[in-house]
């Protein structure tokens, strides 16, 4: 009865993993280079310094703050994307992942050698991550998952094909 259960649960959870990492794929790739260019220009790489120059607790306070202010837009989003108000939750949404990548990501990125100082915040941070590569295998695993993927890869390369036309 488990099997079958964890079978059925795979399905959805496995079409909704594949969309939604496929998305935040596709916005990395948009996004990423310029935040190259940003953590490369004067300003943020003095910015990058003070923030890995601080202690971990401060840090820590640094990171925190606008991720308890940016992540529930994300979720407002997606709740205003499902009562049909597409404009707002898509703007909502993607300036909410903008934020995330641009702020907290950055900070977690200059700050994470000390965070990772602080006993309890590496010891959730390293099981929380090994959740989630776990969960995320277990979700590769299934056909669901295979089948879906197969489906982006050939629907990738027939758009390059057709941009390359």
């Known amino acids: 009865m488990t099997e079958h259960l964890k079978r059925l649960a795979s399905v959805p959870l496995a079409a909704f993993l594949l969309i939604y990492e496929a998305g935040e794929a596709l916005f990395r790739r948009l996004v990423l280079p310029a935040i190259a260019v940003l953590a490369r220009a004067p300003f943020f790489v003095r910015l990058g310094r003070a923030i890995a120059a601080l202690p971990p607790y401060v840090i820590l306070v640094l990171l925190l703050a606008p991720f308890a202010v940016i992540e529930p837009f ?4 997606l709740y205003w994307l499902a009562e049909g108000r597409l404009l707002l ?8 992942h ?3 990548i641009l702020i907290c990501e950055r900070i977690f990125h200059v700050g994470r050698p000390k965070l990772l100082t602080i006993g309890w915040f590496a010891r959730g941070f390293f099981f929380l991550t090994g959740l989630r590569d776990a969960a995320l295998a277990w979700i590769r695993a299934t ?3 295979r089948e879906g993927a197969a489906l982006l890869r050939r629907l990738r390369a027939s758009l390059r094909r057709l941009l390359r036309a």
């Open 89 to 96: 939750g898509a703007v909502t949404t993607i300036a909410a």
């Open 74 to 77: 994300k979720y407002i989003g």
């Open 98 to 100: 903008l934020a995330s």
């Open 143 to 145: 056909r669901v998952w």
